[in-house]
């Protein structure tokens, strides 16, 4: 079994910059991919950004440029730095793990329980 608990998220201005992290607990070197999916009320769960670990990432086209996810393997977390911000990327953003390599696809086994992410204009 792995944990996971985001932490980080909160309220900014369009613009502005926000760093979310997700600690894993538990089997943890069971875990091939992680990433980063969000969702909004109504709409499907998105994926953002994904790795793996040997460090090769994925993201969405909607946040290539913005958005870095990285991972400190020796503290078993997560991280996605967001810059550029825009209304549109408010959402529950959710961390993910998995032996398999679903990268940005929704499969994913473990799940957290999701760390609030708000832009105003």
């Known amino acids: 079994q792995v944990q996971l608990v985001e932490s980080g998220g909160g309220s900014v201005q369009a613009g502005g910059s926000l760093r979310i992290s997700c600690a894993a607990s538990?089997?943890?070197?069971?875990?091939?991919?992680m990433a980063w999916f969000r969702q909004v009320p109504g709409k499907e769960r998105e994926g953002v950004a994904a790795i793996d670990r040997d460090g090769s990432t994925r993201y969405a086209d909607s946040v290539k440029g913005r958005f870095t996810i990285s991972q400190d393997k020796s503290e078993n977390t997560l991280y996605l730095q967001m810059t550029s911000l825009k209304p549109e990327d408010t959402a529950m953003y959710y961390c993910a793990a998995d032996w398999r390599r679903w990268y940005l696809i929704p499969s994913y086994v473990y799940w957290g329980q999701g760390t609030q992410v708000t832009v105003s204009s």
């Open positions: 538990g089997f943890t070197p069971s875990i091939y991919c």
